[in-house]
């Protein structure tokens, strides 16, 4: 990532429903990565805006009645993107934002690697079947997701004297 690329975490409403964008670029431009949209939208992302709120690790960079979009701080950004491939399709995301306060805080740091590296690997993948295209396929996301769930829950598990 260059110096003026940063991660940005977007949430619009179109009506009823809430898109959620993961983006890695400018505040002018930039790629989405990962999209998630569903029900506990607005909930994943207010937990993840409020989380990262305890660590001043959020720029706000637009709040409006359609869309809010916070730039988070490089060093977390990855970690964020391995959390959203871990909620993606997720029946109880709610389950998950426990972990994700325990691992910002230093509880887990197994997962700060797992997380981080599960992103790189569905971005590298992801190339691998879409050549031309810079987002992750979504093939490889649902794959990805299912064997972050297995991973997280077996370290957390671990770590559990």
């Not at 989405?32 to 207010?46: E, H, V, Y």
């Not at 989380?51 to 964020?80: F, V, W």
């Not at 997280?152 to 671990?158: A, S």
Request: aromatic share 6%; charged share 30%; glycine share 4%.
């Amino acid at each position: 990532m260059s110096e003026e690329e940063t991660y940005i975490i977007t949430l619009r409403r179109k009506g009823k429903e809430t898109i959620m964008n993961f983006n890695v670029g400018s505040k002018d431009k930039s790629t989405t990565l990962i999209r998630l949209k569903g029900r506990k939208t607005q909930m994943i992302f207010n937990e993840i805006i409020s989380a990262l709120a305890k660590y001043g690790a959020i720029t706000t960079l637009k709040t409006s009645e359609k869309e809010d979009a916070y730039a988070i701080r490089d060093d977390l950004g990855p970690i964020i993107g391995g959390f959203l491939i871990l909620v993606r399709r997720s029946v109880k995301p709610r389950k998950w934002i426990d972990v994700l306060n325990d691992t910002l805080d230093g509880k887990h740091p197994a997962l700060v690697a797992a997380f981080e590296n599960f992103l790189t690997m569905t971005l590298d993948l992801s190339k691998i079947e879409r050549s031309n295209d810079k987002t992750i396929s979504p093939i490889v996301l649902d794959a990805m997701s299912s064997s972050l769930k297995t991973l997280t829950t077996m370290l957390i598990k671990e770590e559990v004297p």
